[in-house]
């Protein structure tokens, strides 16, 4: 279960590696840089504490959050996919300080959107009687540890000039690929 939610995670720290690297190509694209390790320690954190906040809530509330998370994060993805689109079609001339995805806010709604499942789960689990700190710490070290890779795999990917040159564009759509596919996997589209 812990993989499974850590998916998301993965799919967002790629694009986040590819933006990232196409902002600062001068950085080390090494997992271990202050961008990587701040993504890392907050998807992981975010993904432990939702599953604890969705544990202590329980059941009483599940079935309100059920109805809407998907959306919220599904409008936290397309809200930070917007700003990489409006970044990838600005003219190269104009000089843009592109928002860093490891940084402030966009770091926050990433880590929100890649962790509201955590929270049904947390709601799911709490009538089984599984421990919820052996489980939140497994979910929060595979979460970060699935950020790391997906951070250096986007950096790597980011070295390719085409990548390079669409970074935000790319980006973007990863974003909203995953922002769809939470909507699609809640049943939206009929399915």
Do not use: C
Request: charged share 15%.
């Amino acid at each position: 279960m812990a993989v499974a939610l850590a998916m998301d995670a993965f799919a967002v720290s790629i694009a986040a590696g590819i933006k990232k690297g196409g902002m600062d190509r001068s950085m080390n694209s090494g997992v271990i840089s202050a961008p990587a390790l701040r993504m890392t320690l907050y998807f992981g954190v975010f993904q432990a504490g939702m599953f604890i906040i969705g544990w202590f809530i329980g059941h009483t509330v599940k079935d309100i959050i059920d109805q809407y998370d998907h959306w919220v994060a599904f409008f936290f993805l397309l809200y930070v996919a917007q700003d990489m689109f409006r970044a990838s079609f600005k003219e190269e001339k104009e000089e843009v300080s592109p928002k860093d995805p490891t940084k402030g806010r966009t770091l926050i709604l990433l880590s929100l959107a890649t962790s509201l499942d955590a929270m049904a789960v947390g709601f799911s689990l709490s009538v089984v009687g599984v421990d919820v700190w052996t489980s939140a710490l497994i979910i929060g070290l595979t979460a970060s540890a699935f950020t790391a890779v997906g951070w250096w795999g986007g950096r790597r990917l980011s070295r390719a000039v085409i990548v390079r040159r669409y970074a935000d564009g790319i980006g973007g759509l990863i974003l909203l690929a995953i922002g769809v596919s939470i909507l699609y996997h809640h049943g939206v589209f009929g399915g």
